[in-house]
Nanobody, 115 residues
Framework: QVQLVESGGGLVQAGGSLTLSCAASGRTIYPMNWFRQAPGKEREFVAA????????YYADSVKGRFTISRDNAKNTVSLQMNSLKPEDTAVYYC??????????WGQGTQVTVSS
């Protein structure tokens, strides 16, 4: 069983930065992912990082602005978000789990970007 707790969300002006963190209880040997869900929209993929941190993936909408990283010794994954835009406003979730099976999800953290 893995529990995920996100933190670091908040209100920021457009062009600003935020760093989200996700702390995992239990060993997480799978890729770690960030998703987000804006009001009235479906949840969408944001970024992912392999267990070894050697491979990262980003949605086109955040590529070049967001950076995902992980610290396996601390069981944490972070999402550094720069040059934030109002369209980045959403609840951000971290998630992990084995392929083809139910994943573990955090409760989410709100990010609001004002114009």
């Amino acid at each position: 069983q893995v529990q995920l707790v996100e933190s670091g969300g908040g209100l920021v002006q457009a062009g600003g930065s935020l760093t989200l963190s996700c702390a995992a209880s239990g060993r997480t040997i799978y890729p770690m992912n960030w998703f987000r869900q804006a009001p009235g929209k479906e949840r969408e993929f944001v970024a992912a990082i392999s267990w070894s941190a050697g491979t990262t993936y980003y949605a086109d909408s955040v590529k070049g602005r967001f950076t995902i990283s992980r610290d396996n010794a601390k069981n944490t994954v972070s999402l550094q978000m720069n040059s934030l835009k109002p369209e980045d406003t959403a609840v951000y979730y971290c998630a992990t789990g084995p392929p083809g099976s139910d994943w573990y999800w955090g409760q989410g953290t709100q990010v609001t970007v004002s114009s």
